[in-house]
């Protein structure tokens, strides 16, 4: 038996095999990120900029005017029900109809809701169950003599306890 090592040369065929690795994975990576970015939001904020520029102005007017009533406004959720207040300054419940509430993640589509409240003693509630995590929410509400209600806020749905914790 012969202790003879075999030489092994780098040919060109292993510097094509390297590159094609090389490149390969970079490409592939790179095609799964697009994708995962395509898919995972549509970028939307808006159907049409040039009319969302054209309203601005009204928007902030009617903005300042919802700002000198010095509302207060209290949303929570707990226990599968999301519960809605809208007080004046003197803390007297605001009259409301049409109360509508617009759910949606900051990232993503799939779980975007919208929904109606209905009056619940002085307040408007619905019942929902909204998934643990970051919601963005559109409140609009018709104010009898005022202008439009709306409201945006973030919700921190939290998870659930665990029990014996």
């Given at each position: 038996?012969?202790?003879?090592?075999?030489?092994?040369?780098?040919?060109?065929?292993?510097?094509?095999?390297?590159?094609?690795?090389?490149f390969?994975t970079?490409?592939?990576?790179n095609?799964?990120?697009?994708?995962?970015?395509?898919?995972?939001?549509?970028?939307?904020?808006?159907?049409?900029?040039?009319?969302?520029?054209?309203?601005?102005?009204?928007?902030?007017?009617?903005?300042?005017?919802?700002a000198?009533?010095?509302?207060?406004?209290n949303?929570t959720?707990?226990?599968?029900?999301?519960?809605?207040?809208?007080?004046?300054?003197?803390?007297?419940?605001?009259?409301?109809?049409?109360?509508?509430?617009?759910?949606?993640?900051?990232?993503?589509?799939?779980?975007d809701?919208?929904l109606?409240l209905?009056?619940?003693?002085?307040?408007?509630s619905?019942?929902?169950?909204?998934p643990?995590?970051?919601?963005?929410?559109?409140?609009?509400?018709?104010?009898?003599?005022?202008?439009?209600?709306n409201?945006?806020?973030?919700?921190?749905?939290?998870?659930?306890?665990?029990p014996?914790?």
């Open positions: 038996m012969s202790n003879a090592k075999i030489e092994r040369k780098f040919t060109g065929w292993h510097m094509l095999a390297f590159v094609l690795l090389f390969g970079i490409i592939s990576v095609i799964y990120m697009a994708t995962m970015a395509i898919t995972s939001w549509t970028g939307l904020v808006v159907k049409n900029s040039y009319v969302a520029s054209q309203e601005f102005n009204e928007k902030l007017a009617a903005s300042n005017a919802q000198a009533l010095h509302l207060q406004v949303l959720y707990r226990e599968g029900e999301l519960i809605f207040s809208l007080r004046d300054a003197n803390s007297i419940p605001v009259p409301m109809t049409d109360v509508i509430i617009a759910l949606t993640r900051p990232i993503g589509v799939a779980l809701r919208t109606t209905s009056p619940k003693g002085d307040d408007y619905v019942v929902e169950d909204l643990a995590g970051v919601w963005n929410v559109v409140i609009h509400a018709l104010v009898p003599g005022n202008p439009d209600f409201y945006r806020a973030r919700l921190i749905v939290a998870p659930p306890a665990i014996g914790t």
